[in-house]
């Protein structure tokens, strides 16, 4: 009976919800856009209510023309949406994106980004997980492994399996060192791929990618196991930046043949 409960599980999730990324990395999605968008913009709301708002206007121009210089080289559909910026006044060495188009900026990373491009690098990654669905991925992931982890407990209990707490804890263990964090490993990646073509086409020097993650290392200081992170350590980062380089430079000096480069300008003050 479990035996049929998994087939059937599996095949319903594989019928209605594969797709592919812009990488063409094949993905299970859940959700709609309209949920992620909700989901998204309530999530932003919280934060904003939570967390102090940077009002510096010369912060927030740089910010601005940073993130709008990205988006006009995303997809038509990116960029026909109204996104929504905020510059949070934080010492946090951290950006997101998150679906509905919504984008925050922490005052600590501008420290650590020394240069419009190293900027660009960051937002550039952040939008990159909104194209390529990774909040839809990670939560339909999430509820395949629930659904998984309870077909299992059901199965102990229906087989008389010993030690059922220690096996439950044993497979939550092997879900997420085998599942979700090597997903989330995986989007991290492929942002960092989407987003150096980004900054790139943006008329931003795409090999500023490589020092931000340099400058990243040296700020969060000696990495941990990268199998225990959901993120790669900074050293793959840059080496999957450096195979993409020739591509990204490509791009960019198409766009510098083009003219019209973005004119952001870092303050002073920072």
């Not at 150096?196 to 931000?212: C, H, I, Q, R």
């Not at 490509?250 to 973005?262: D, E, I, M, S, V």
């Amino acid at each position: 009976m479990i035996k049929k409960l998994w087939v059937s599980a599996i095949c319903t999730v594989l019928l209605v919800a594969c797709a592919e990324s812009p990488t063409g990395r094949r993905q299970v999605m859940l959700y709609d856009s309209q949920q992620l968008s909700t989901m998204g913009a309530q999530t932003f709301e919280e934060m904003k209510a939570a967390e102090k708002i940077s009002n510096d206007a010369e912060i927030n121009r740089y910010v601005l023309c940073v993130s709008n210089a990205l988006l006009k080289v995303t997809p038509d559909e990116y960029q026909q949406q109204s996104w929504e910026i905020v510059v949070f006044d934080s010492e946090q060495v951290n950006a997101f994106a998150l679906p509905g188009g919504k984008i925050g900026v922490y005052t600590g990373l501008l420290k650590v980004a020394e240069t419009p491009a190293q900027l660009a690098a960051v937002v550039g990654h952040e939008i990159a997980h909104v194209m390529a669905g990774h909040s839809n991925e990670r939560l339909s992931t999430n509820q395949f492994l629930q659904m998984a982890l309870a077909l299992g407990d059901a199965g102990s209990k229906a087989y008389g399996v010993q030690y059922q707490q220690e096996l439950m804890a044993a497979l939550g263990v092997g879900a997420q060192l085998g599942v979700a964090l090597p997903f989330s490993r995986a989007h991290e990646t492929e942002s960092d791929i989407i987003g150096l073509e980004l900054m790139a086409k943006a008329g931003f020097d795409p090999s500023e990618a490589v020092n931000l993650w340099r400058n990243m290392a040296k700020a969060s200081g000696p990495a941990g196991p990268q199998f225990l992170s959901s993120h790669p350590v900074p050293e793959t980062r840059i080496t999957t930046l450096q195979d993409m380089m020739p591509e990204a430079n490509g791009f960019y000096t198409q766009r510098k043949a083009a003219g019209n480069l973005p004119s952001c300008r870092k303050p002073a003050k920072l």
